[in-house]
């Protein structure tokens, strides 16, 4: 098992299928933005395919685990960010799915089931507009890419300030 000290930042998708790509894009500027303010030691920036057995090797033992992953909804607002937690083992079923086949959903119940959770899980899951071939995202999901991060930093900031015991 990993440390429980450890941060896990996951952006999950394919870069080639473009809206599906902003977990990748995100992890992107977060990895840019970490040069010129580190982040806390110990938190780790990753990509993922959105594979719920690589997901869970991915934030096992970890204090905090944030995921960004594309999300299909119905009806959609592309752009739109949805920001759930995890409550008792559960994960609030939002009205978007993952832009994978298995979502994240699955990942998190067959985690709970193996006691492979997090101490604390928050996932941003952003609505897409486009999932075809190709790079670069839609207008509307770029432009939620910046608060994306931003807000990704907050996560870590309040984690690491209660971990030490401060108010966030």
């Known amino acids: 098992m990993r440390s429980r000290g450890r941060i896990a930042v996951i952006g999950v998708g394919n870069e080639f299928r473009r809206d599906d790509g902003v977990g990748w894009a995100v992890l992107t500027r977060l990895h840019a933005r970490a040069e010129e303010r580190p982040l806390p030691p110990d938190t780790h920036l990753t990509t993922c395919d959105g594979d719920p057995g690589r997901l869970i090797g ?4 970890a204090r905090l685990a944030v995921v ?3 999300a299909h909804a119905h009806p959609g607002t592309p752009g ?6 995890l409550d008792a ?7 978007t799915t993952s832009s994978h086949g298995l979502g994240l959903g699955e990942a998190v119940e067959l985690a709970r089931v193996l006691g492979l959770l997090p ?3 928050v996932v941003y899951a952003v609505e897409g507009a486009e999932s075809d071939m190709g790079t670069g ?5 770029a432009d939620a890419v910046e608060p994306l991060v931003a ?3 907050d996560e870590i900031a309040r984690n690491g300030a209660a971990a030490a015991g401060r108010p966030a």
Do not use: K, Y
């Open 89 to 95: 083992g559960l994960l609030a079923q939002p009205s």
């Open 119 to 121: 101490e604390h899980l």
């Open 137 to 141: 995202l839609s207008p509307a999901v």
């Open 80 to 85: 739109r960010v949805h920001r759930l937690e």
């Open 68 to 70: 960004v992953d594309a």
């Open 58 to 61: 991915l934030w096992e033992g």
């Open 151 to 153: 807000a990704v930093e």
